[in-house]
Structure formats: C-alpha cells, structure tokens
C-alpha cells in the first residue's frame, strides 16, 4: 500500500507477497481478492499499513482472473469459470464451477462440475489442459462480470456467460475478434477490448445473445489498468498489490 497523501514524496506502506504468481487481483470496499497460483486470497486493506490475508479457496485450477460482485467472487482458471459466496470472508465456499469448453460444431458449452471434485481438476489441470483439445488455454485471463452476465475470452474469441445465481451457467453469446484478446471491460452495454499487437475493439453487449463489433478506443490503460475500490485506488506490481489512498 502506498502512502499519497503527499504526491510529491509517495511512500510504501505495506505490501502483500503471494506464494505464487499473481495474474488478477478486484477490490469491493476494503477486500481485495487475488488471483494467485491454484487459490483465490482474500486480504483485508481496511488499513493500509497493514494488509492483512483473511482467508484463501481452492479455484479448480490456475487462477487466472478474479472480480468481486457484491458478496461473490468470480474467477476464471483455465478450465473454466468458478464462483464463490464471499459473504464471510473468512470462510468462503465455492458455490459453482463449470468447464468451458468449444464444441465440434463451432460453438461453446458450459459443463457444471461439482465443487467437491475440485481438488482432483487443480492436480491433473496441466493433463487436461495438453491432452484435450477443448480446453480453455492461458488466454482466458480477461474477466469482467454484470447483471448476471461474464465477458470472458479464450484468445479471440469474446464469450457472454449467464451467471444468474439460480441456475447453472450458459454460453448466452459468442464473438471472433481478430486478434487474440489481452484485457476488456465493461462499461455502460459496452465491452472495451484490448487485443494483442496494440489493437482495440468496442463491442455493443447491450443484447448478450447478440454481440455487436462497434468501432475501435483509445482507452487502453483505463482497460488494464488502475482500479479503484472505497477511497482507495490499486493495482497489481510484480506479484503484489499496491493500494493508494485515494479522496
């Protein structure tokens, strides 16, 4: 955490380390969530000076990507997407995760897995990820969550899943960008995408069922970079979070 009260002389306050590589990391008030190895980390920076780790779950494989919607948690590894009840910090359990995968014909499927077989996909993750075809891959970072709706993408394609908490997720729309997709956000029935080799893309998420290319944006850093929870903004440096105060 960083101290910019002064913005001439900014000062760290605190960092947070991880066990393993850190590739996402949201903040909802004062939680953080990270994204980090085969586990989520939820810390507490309440008080800036002293980050403190509430708790850690199991994310059925390589946590690639993490977003904090209200008292839940989702995450996307490369198998799939997973979402937690994290009410009680403390003690967070696993609601749902399903298997995303292409199908033969073209399309997408979303296969619910029960969370207590968890454990058994995180150890054999790297079999599954080389010996089936229909695997999700590492490009499946990007993750952006509204209404009931997850924007994934796996490579260049853009996805639209159905997260209603009642039912079990569905593949509701599908887009081939043309380039692989590094980051997205989305903004007001828009999906901002930054694609590899500096490109951009809009797409019009008003109809998930229906995504809709929508010209090109200058917003690449706003897409991955900075963001910003409760007086205080963060970020993700070299496997650490970083928060500032922010008025």
Same mark, same amino acid.
């Given at each position: 955490?960083?101290?910019?009260?002064?913005?001439?002389?900014?000062?760290?306050?605190?960092?947070?380390?991880?066990?393993?590589?850190?590739?996402?990391?949201?903040?909802?008030?004062?939680?953080?969530?990270?994204?980090?190895?085969?586990?989520?980390?939820?810390?507490?920076?309440?008080?800036?000076?002293?980050?403190?780790?509430?708790?850690?779950?199991?994310?059925?494989?390589?946590?690639?990507?993490?977003?904090?919607?209200?008292?839940?948690?989702?995450?996307?590894?490369?198998?799939?997407? /997973? $979402?937690?009840? #994290? &009410?009680?910090?403390? +003690?967070?359990?696993? %609601?749902?995760? *399903?298997?995303?995968? !292409?199908?033969?014909?073209?399309?997408?499927?979303?296969?619910?897995?029960?969370?207590?077989?968890?454990?058994?996909?995180?150890?054999?993750?790297?079999?599954?990820?080389?010996?089936?075809?229909?695997?999700?891959?590492?490009?499946?970072?990007?993750?952006?969550?509204?209404? /009931? $709706?997850?924007? #994934? &993408?796996?490579?260049? +394609?853009?996805?639209? %899943?159905?997260? *209603?908490?009642?039912? !079990?997720?569905?593949?509701?729309?599908?887009?081939?960008?043309?380039?692989?997709?590094?980051?997205?956000?989305?903004?007001?029935?828009?999906?901002?995408?930054?694609?590899?080799?500096?490109?951009?893309?809009?797409?019009?998420?008003?109809?998930?069922?229906?995504?809709?290319?929508?010209?090109?944006?200058?917003?690449?850093?706003?897409?991955?970079?900075?963001?910003?929870?409760?007086?205080?903004?963060?970020?993700?440096?070299?496997?650490?979070?970083?928060?500032?105060?922010?008025?």
């Amino acid at each position: 955490s960083v101290d910019v009260s002064n913005p001439d002389s900014p000062s760290i306050l605190d960092t947070q380390g991880t066990v393993s590589d850190a590739w996402d990391m949201d903040m909802e008030g004062s939680l953080v969530a990270i994204a980090s190895g085969g586990r989520i980390r939820l810390v507490d920076a309440g008080t800036p000076s002293n980050l403190i780790e509430i708790s850690s779950y199991g994310a059925c494989g390589k946590a690639m990507a993490v977003e904090i919607v209200g008292d839940r948690a989702y995450h996307l590894t490369r198998l799939g997407l /997973g $979402v937690t009840d #994290i &009410s009680d910090p403390a +003690h967070p359990p696993l %609601v749902r995760f *399903a298997w995303i995968v !292409p199908t033969w014909s073209g399309g997408w499927d979303a296969i619910d897995l029960d969370p207590a077989i968890c454990d058994l996909f995180s150890r054999d993750e790297d079999a599954l990820w080389w010996t089936i075809p229909n695997c999700l891959g590492s490009g499946i970072r990007p993750l952006d969550v509204d209404d /009931g $709706v997850a924007y #994934i &993408s796996f490579f260049r +394609h853009l996805l639209a %899943v159905g997260v *209603a908490e009642e039912a !079990p997720f569905e593949i509701i729309g599908a887009l081939q960008l043309g380039r692989r997709i590094e980051a997205l956000r989305f903004d007001e029935g828009e999906v901002f995408v930054n694609l590899a080799w500096g490109g951009t893309a809009v797409v019009d998420v008003g109809n998930p069922s229906s995504l809709v290319p929508d010209g090109i944006h200058d917003l690449r850093d706003w897409v991955s970079g900075v963001r910003f929870g409760w007086t205080r903004s963060y970020r993700l440096s070299g496997g650490k979070i970083e928060v500032a105060l922010a008025w």
